[in-house]
């Protein structure tokens, strides 16, 4: 339904992911009056899709992402500590170690950590409620107030920033009594993500697909058996799935740019946009949050938010001039 006549919010949120709601929460601690709108339902697209690494040394990242994802991980125990100080629900880490493998095989233990996004999502929806933040679902906003700042975090729907959706289907899978699986594994295509605390203990995320097919959330019996192979390689736990049978599987849609860098700028005096973060939305949530809070404020950000600017596309396809 299209939104009733908005209050005259400071801040106007469009998109209420992890994305929206942590910049929320952000925004509210500096004394901002904020407004968060979805068209659905809260958190119910890519924030609870994911895996949940927060992959800050994965070297398939591009390089110009590497200051942003180790300024976010850095505030990270911080953000999860006031998610649960004000809603009560508490995001521990599932896993310190990732074990990431080169295309020859080779390993290396990485110092990484991941948390599961099916724990932050209600969580950080708690604590946003917890708090003065007005947020409305399955609401559409088809006038912009006119005194308010509006941030557009709509995710792979973003289409206007060079946005697009990228599929991922994963899967997870029971772990055999005997396995010893308490670390991440992971590849260039592949990865296993083991859930070691709270509802989902015992059990392992095997991902993903990288699929340009637009808003397709369908689940091919045959990617997941291509994934539960080349996770197969990777540890002799998931080797036999009579060992580790499959508990569910699913497909979500994430925000991919052209360069796989997000977009995080002011694009007017009014309208400010936080979109794209491809397959890190978990980890550059909090990160991010703090960078379009300062754009807000007027503020230079603590890192270099160049490479994010709304207008690169454009300026790399210019003509010289005559």
């Not at 994963?170 to 605390?197: D, F, G, K, N």
């Not at 397709?216 to 996770?231: F, I, M, S």
């Not at 360069?259 to 980890?283: K, M, S």
Request: no cysteine.
């Amino acid at each position: 339904m299209s939104s009733p006549a908005l209050p005259q919010a400071e801040i106007l949120i469009i998109g209420a992911g992890i994305i929206g709601l942590s910049l929320a929460l952000e925004l509210d601690a500096r004394g901002a009056r904020v407004t968060v709108v979805d068209r659905d339902t809260a958190l119910s697209h890519a924030s609870g899709a994911a895996a949940g690494m927060l992959a800050v040394h994965d070297p398939y990242n591009p390089p110009d992402l590497q200051e942003l994802a180790q300024f976010s991980v850095s505030v990270y125990t911080e953000f999860l500590q006031r998610i649960e100080r004000l809603g009560g629900m508490p995001v521990p880490y599932q896993t310190r170690i990732t074990n990431q493998y080169d295309a020859r095989g080779v390993g290396t233990r990485l110092v990484e950590s991941s948390i599961d996004p099916r724990q932050l999502a209600p969580a950080l929806l708690a604590a946003a409620k917890a708090l003065s933040i007005d947020i409305r679902e399955h609401e559409q906003v088809e006038v912009l107030p006119t005194r308010a700042q509006v941030v557009w975090t709509t995710g792979a729907w973003a289409k206007h920033y060079n946005v697009s959706p990228r599929k991922g289907q994963m899967l997870r899978v029971e772990l055999p009594r005997a396995s010893t699986l308490t670390e991440v594994h992971r590849a260039e295509h592949v990865y296993i993500v083991p859930r070691t605390q709270g509802p989902q203990a015992g059990t392992a995320l095997i991902g993903a697909t990288v699929e340009d097919v637009g808003f397709d959330l369908t689940t091919h019996a045959e990617h997941l058996v291509q994934l539960r192979a080349a996770a197969a390689d990777l540890t002799g736990d998931l080797r036999f799935l009579s060992d580790a049978p499959i508990v569910e599987a699913w497909a979500g849609l994430r925000p991919g740019t052209p360069d796989n860098l997000p977009t995080l700028a002011r694009v007017n005096e009014r309208e400010l946009v936080a979109t794209g973060h491809f397959r890190n939305g978990i980890l550059l949530a909090p990160g991010t949050a703090k960078v379009i809070a300062d754009l807000i404020e007027g503020r230079q950000p603590r890192i270099d938010i160049a490479p994010f600017r709304a207008t690169r596309y454009q300026q790399r396809t210019a003509q010289p001039s005559r």
